[in-house]
């Protein structure tokens, strides 16, 4: 819950942060207002009740109105590709390996080979959607070997 709090506060108080408004309630495309005043548009964005019924309105306008701290980072995710190989290195490794050049050729490969290459790609960190496009192995399959 202090996360999801965060990340309302993150969201309502960007405008702010990019200097196109002072206040997080000055900004007119903002969710923010159906949290304010339930009736504020006919088709609302955001099911405001969600939170309201966790945290009572006056605390949670304290909350987005005091500014987040720079050192803040709820939305900073850890690049999972780090460290991952590029489709061009996973292609130039099957190359190497098999000699093959496309995703048709590969399918042709004895299961054994086939099933040593993805297990030698996965070990290099590449993802199973990746194989799965490069490949033309259904991402079950691939997951079996």
Known sequence: MAYFVTLLRYIH???VKAGIVNKVNDYEFSSWHEYEDKNSTLFPLCDTRTVLNRIPFSELNELVNEPLSD??????IEDASKGRPSDDQVMMLIKEKTGVTNSSAFQQLPTDIKKSILVE????KASLRQLERL??????MIYRM
């Not at 790609?121 to 290099?124: G, I, Q, T």
């Open 135 to 140: 490949t033309g192995i259904g991402k079950s």
């Open 121 to 124: 790609l996965k070990s290099r």
């Open 71 to 76: 050192e803040v980072a709820c939305l900073d």
């Open 13 to 15: 108080q960007n405008p």
